[in-house]
């Protein structure tokens, strides 16, 4: 009987620790990251063929192998980049953001990179910007004719390259016809968002680890994790991981407090560190 009970012991063990090991490597041969924050651990894993250049920036600063510019001293320096960063930007029901030196959104390791995205993947090429009934489509989230004139039609007229209000009237029909026939591919383009149709883009569902941006290629170590699906961002940040382990304390982390005008942590949410699980 002591045999069989020891048995059953040294099975369920093994299946526990198999578990384990399937969850920390992922699903694939996928590098993994641990997110070691101060109200626990959060285990990603990150798309390494669909965003190569993001994930080795991203693992590269983590792993204190990237030298980076120093916003306190300007100077180039090298070490684990994330250490002792905060989660700078927590929205209930939308997302917890980090990954700024300054801690306050504004900081940046010193330079900016391309985003890898593939809006076809996504389907942003069947998506009209205009419907002749509803209106604009609503990931563009127009709230006004100046907003629509803004997000729209100001890049296409900066594209065409019009210079001046009577050209602007010359032109109207072909504006016109621009607006009812573009999608929302083509709107974002004109707005200087460039794409890649050569790789797999993932859409942004709960979960998923994406860059925070000022707007086209302006990556560089701000992340964020959303707690929902924010399908209208797509197009526009690079979706480089999943959350595989750990989406409690994601889930945690946006729970809490925040000062109003800034979403900002009232007591700060440290990372502690990221590091590689599998290398």
Known sequence: MQKFIITIVVILF??????????????SSNPVCRIKTSMGDITVELFIKDAP???ENFISLAEGKKK???HKTNLEIKKHYYDNLIFHRV???FMIQGGCPKGDGSGDPGYKFEDEINASSLGLDKMPVLDPEKGPHPYLGIQSKEHFFSVVIRPIINKLGIKDEKEFKSRLDEIQKIITSITLKESYEYRGYVYNDKIKSHHLDRGVLAMANAGPNTNGSQFFINLVNTKWLEGKHTVFGKVIKGMEIVDKI???PVLPERHKPEKNVKIISIRLVNK
Request: aromatic fraction near 4%; hydrophobic fraction near 35%; charge should be neutral.
């Open 14 to 27: 093994s299946i526990i620790n198999t578990n384990v090991s399937a969850v920390e490597k992922g699903t």
């Open 53 to 55: 250049k993001t994930v």
């Open 68 to 70: 980076f510019t120093d």
């Open 91 to 93: 929205i209930k029901n």
């Open 254 to 256: 946006g729970d809490v």
